[in-house]
């Protein structure tokens, strides 16, 4: 009987210590890669780098395969060629675990119209509500990025690389809702979520 409970506490350990390894690799590989475009806790300075604070951590982990196999094109291409599958797993649990900043509102009144496109959608255009698929609060799932909190112009850059198809993964349904979007909607919905 205690030998079974001593194999399972082992097993506990080993892997607490094999998750703590990982960890460690990560922040290695955030200080030696990483940091400089995202910052040491994925507060990205830049608004042409995504903030990585929060976001989920599958979802990284695919975009880092993504960016590893070509599916996604960009400046991440180079920065993931030598990535593990264990490495990126590990960067996308490293980020998910650093608490997101609150950032102000700029233009509260157009940020208003894009909290009720990110609600509600555009009916009159086809424009599907934000929120069916990333969430009340913009926190989105294990496969859809977090965008509450994310830079203004990321976000506004993403939408327009989705209509435009230059945004080369994740294009299918992205495409069709960016698509139908005019500028100063995309411009309204980036700025409600960039303040929250």
Not at 77 to 91: F, I, S, V, Y
Not at 148 to 173: C, K, M, P
Request: with cysteine; glycine share 8%.
């Amino acid at each position: 009987m205690l030998r079974p409970l001593l194999s399972a506490a082992v097993l506990l350990l080993a892997a607490g210590s094999l998750h703590a390894a990982d960890l460690a690799r990560a922040q290695a590989i955030v200080t030696a890669k990483c940091q400089l475009c995202h910052g040491m806790e994925g507060e990205s300075s830049s608004a042409i780098y995504p903030r990585l604070a929060g976001q989920n951590a599958a979802y990284i982990a695919k975009q880092l395969a993504d960016f590893k196999s070509g599916r996604r094109k960009g400046t991440m291409n180079e920065m993931a060629a030598d990535l593990t599958e264990a490495e990126m797993a590990a960067l996308g649990q490293y980020f998910s675990s650093k608490p997101p900043q609150a950032h102000r509102v700029s233009d509260p009144d157009l940020a208003a119209v894009g909290k009720y496109i990110y609600h509600n959608g555009n009916k009159w255009s086809g424009v599907a509500a934000c929120a069916s698929c990333h969430g009340e609060d913009g926190a989105g799932t294990e496969k859809l990025p977090r965008i509450a909190g994310q830079h203004l112009r990321y976000l506004v850059t993403q939408l327009q690389d989705f209509n435009s198809r230059e945004r080369t993964n994740d294009n299918a349904i992205m495409h069709s809702i960016a698509s139908k979007l005019t500028e100063m909607e995309i411009e309204a919905v980036a700025r409600y979520l960039s303040g929250k």
